[in-house]
């Protein structure tokens, strides 16, 4: 890789007993180096790129692994929300058993109040009828007896 031109390529040719590398853009000197340091430096640089190409074009089972933990992942997330709804459901569920087992509460006490004032007023009214009774029974005994008329 030339200093100067990151971009460009190099080129490499056979020189003497090492190894002359140019750029291909700039046409000038970029090393000139001994055969075996270039042919370490070649593997290493090799290395470095299969690596590279590793990391960018990773195997089908990395796919496949990264994919089945986003899936797990955006599933506990939706188990979250589902888990929410279920608790909003739950405790609307519970206010509304709890609000009908009032109603029906107040229903059955209403049910036991009402025939208990009927029964109460029913019952002052038999003993006015009473009063009235035996208030008509004295005034008879007090009333004189209806004269018989004479005859002559």
């Known amino acids: ?8 390529k190099a080129r490499f040719a056979n020189f003497g007993t090492g190894v002359i590398v140019t750029c291909d853009s700039g046409n000038h000197l970029v090393r000139l180096c001994e055969r075996e340091q270039f042919e370490a430096e070649r593997a290493e640089a090799q290395l470095v790129s299969q690596t ?10 990395r796919l496949l692994s990264v994919w089945l933990l986003c899936i797990l992942g955006s ?17 609307v569920c519970m206010w509304s058993f709890a609000l009908l087992g009032g109603c029906i509460i107040l229903i059955a006490l209403l049910a036991a109040y009402v025939p208990t004032i009927y029964i109460r007023k029913t019952n002052k009214i038999l003993t006015a009828l009473e009063q009235i009774a035996a208030n008509t029974q004295q005034s008879r005994e007090h009333i004189p007896a209806p004269r018989q008329a004479r005859t002559a």
């Open 1 to 8: 890789m030339c200093p100067k031109h990151p971009a460009a």
């Open 52 to 61: 590279m190409k590793d990391i960018n074009q990773p195997s089908p089972l």
């Open 75 to 91: 599933l506990s997330s939706w188990y979250g929300v589902i888990r929410l709804g279920v608790w909003i459901f739950s405790e």
